[in-house]
Nanobody
Framework: QVQLVESGGGLVQAGGSLRLSCAAS????????MGWFRQAPGKERAFVAA???????YYADSVKGRFAISRDGAKNAVYLQMNSLKPEDTAVYYC???????????????????WGQGTQVTVSS
């Protein structure tokens, strides 16, 4: 079992940057693949980025080249660096954990067993 707590969301102007953090409890963090998803009002939860247990990364086309996912095993944390933010990036961002290899680049919500409570990101134009 792992518990996830996101932080780092907030209000930022278009073109700005934010860094989201996800702190994971437990001593087996290295055995989890991790993902970031987002959900805008009235829309389904959508894939943003994922990182495998070995550090391979995967991105949604909409954020490729602007966002970067990383993990720190010593801190039991995963990060999402978001640059060149756009108003359409506004959403609640969720961290997720999967105690296995990623399937299909980690793009489906159903493969993750654990979720955080989310952190709001608002990008103003």
């Amino acid at each position: 079992q792992v518990q996830l707590v996101e932080s780092g969301g907030g209000l930022v102007q278009a073109g700005g940057s934010l860094r989201l953090s996800c702190a994971a409890s437990g001593r087996t963090f290295s055995s989890y693949a991790m993902g970031w998803f987002r959900q805008a009002p009235g829309k389904e939860r959508a894939f943003v980025a994922a990182i495998s247990r070995g550090g391979s990364t995967y991105y949604a086309d909409s954020v490729k080249g602007r966002f970067a996912i990383s993990r720190d095993g010593a801190k039991n944390a995963v990060y999402l660096q978001m640059n060149s933010l756009k108003p359409e990036d506004t959403a609640v961002y969720y961290c997720a954990a999967r105690p296995d290899v990623l399937l299909g680049g980690g793009r489906s919500t159903s493969q993750y067993d654990y979720w955080g409570q989310g952190t709001q990101v608002t990008v103003s134009s």
